[in-house]
Nanobody, 125 residues
Framework: VQLQESGGGLVQAGGSLRLSCAASGATFRSYYMGWFRQAPGKEREGVAF???????NYADSVKGRFTISRDNAKNTLYLQMNNLKPEDTAMYYC????????????????????WGQGTQVTVSS
């Protein structure tokens, strides 16, 4: 499967952005999907995840501010980001895997076999 992110940019603190991830080449609706981010000098961290049945999971740092969703008809994954903070500044990556993952814990990046190129989000204070 090929993944292409879009929607990143520069926004002031308190603002909003919506990231999109267009998928092609696979049965999108059955895939486990997620968003990761990586800031300069830091490890990649999981942000939000959604199973094929719509179950979601979020990092504590974004709960109540970010919403992950998917449109299976459009083969597209979204991440709505509200009340952005400077610490949200990072490269955001879309990830996908055909296997199902259910856990109370966020999945490690090794769960995902397919990745996009990333889209930069910069939040100014």
């Amino acid at each position: 499967v090929q993944l292409q992110e879009s929607g990143g940019g520069l926004v002031q603190a308190g603002g909003s952005l919506r990231l999109s991830c267009a998928a092609s080449g696979a049965t999108f609706r059955s895939y486990y999907m997620g968003w990761f981010r990586q800031a300069p000098g830091k490890e990649r961290e999981g942000v939000a995840f959604i199973n094929s049945d719509g179950r979601t999971n979020y990092a504590d740092s974004v709960k109540g501010r970010f919403t992950i969703s998917r449109d299976n008809a459009k083969n597209t994954l979204y991440l709505q980001m509200n009340n952005l903070k400077p610490e949200d500044t990072a490269m955001y990556y879309c990830a996908a895997d055909p296997r199902t993952y259910y856990s109370d814990y966020l999945p490690p990046s090794s769960v995902f076999g397919f990745w996009g190129q990333g889209t930069q989000v910069t939040v100014s204070s």
